[in-house]
Antibody, heavy 117, light 108 residues
Framework: QVQLVQSGAEVKKPGASVKVSCKAS????????IHWVRQAPGQGLEWMGW????????NYAQKFQDRVTMTRDTSINTPYMDLSRLRSDDTAVYYC??????????WGPGTLVTVSS | EIVLTQSPGTLSLSPGERATLSCRAS???????LAWYQQKPGQAPRLLIY???NRATGIPDRFTGSGSGTDFTLTISRLEPEDFAVYYC?????????FGQGTKVEIK
């Protein structure tokens, strides 16, 4: 069965970076794009970007263009999302999601990132 | 960027009642590239509907998606206790992928 297992919660200081992982299993890792979506406390869903696990190509939302880096390690079926220069309003749950023809058919459980001094 | 506006913000209904949720797009969602997700507190979103009207695997037939162009609807024919949640629409016509702000279906 398809599973996306994310890394644990993080607490970071403003200005620091965070790297969230999302280990995929139960399907051919290189066959599906992975997207990252975040959700601030009590707020809606915000798309951040995608990575093509096969080629490593990425596409980022303009809002995050200069602060986010999405990578992957195909040897362990794991994509990563790195967000730098963290601010308090980056406090959110970060989800990875598998794309099937545009929509997201499987989601990870989410990783809470708290940015606080 | 396609902006999605969901209405109402909150829907207060009783179990057994019918729920009608709206999602309006700022421009045409070509090929009906619109999905609906359900999210319960502390959980990740779950795919309900894709292609505007196709139920995802395992989704009960009380959930129906309809619409085209700029106006889409999610209907829950008879609310079950487990259906009280927040629902989001999402377009995947082009980048950036965008979501509506959500409709909360709460118990009246």
């Amino acid at each position: 069965q398809v599973q996306l297992v994310q890394s644990g919660a993080e607490v970071k200081k403003p200005g620091a970076s965070v790297k969230v992982s999302c280990k995929a299993s139960g399907y051919t890792f290189t066959g599906y794009y992975i997207h990252w979506v975040r959700q601030a406390p009590g707020q809606g869903l915000e798309w951040m970007g995608w990575i093509n696990p096969n080629s490593g190509a990425t596409n980022y939302a303009q809002k995050f263009q200069d602060r986010v880096t999405m990578t992957r390690d195909t040897s362990i079926n794991t994509p990563y999302m790195d967000l730098s220069r963290l601010r308090s309003d980056d406090t959110a749950v970060y989800y990875c999601a598998r794309e099937a023809h545009g929509y997201f058919d499987y989601w990870g459980p989410g990783t809470l990132v708290t940015v606080s001094s | 960027e396609i902006v999605l506006t969901q209405s109402p913000g909150t829907l207060s209904l009783s179990p057994g009642e019918r729920a009608t949720l709206s999602c309006r797009a700022s421009q045409s969602v070509t090929n009906s590239y619109l999905a609906w997700y359900q999210q319960k507190p502390g959980q990740a979103p779950r795919l309900l509907i894709y292609g505007a009207s196709n139920r995802a695997t395992g989704i009960p037939d009380r959930f129906t998606g309809s619409g085209s162009g700029t106006d889409f609807t999610l209907t829950i024919s008879r609310l079950e206790p487990e259906d009280f949640a927040v629902y989001y629409c999402q377009q995947y016509v082009n980048s950036p992928w965008t979501f509506g702000q959500g409709t909360k279906v709460e118990i009246k």
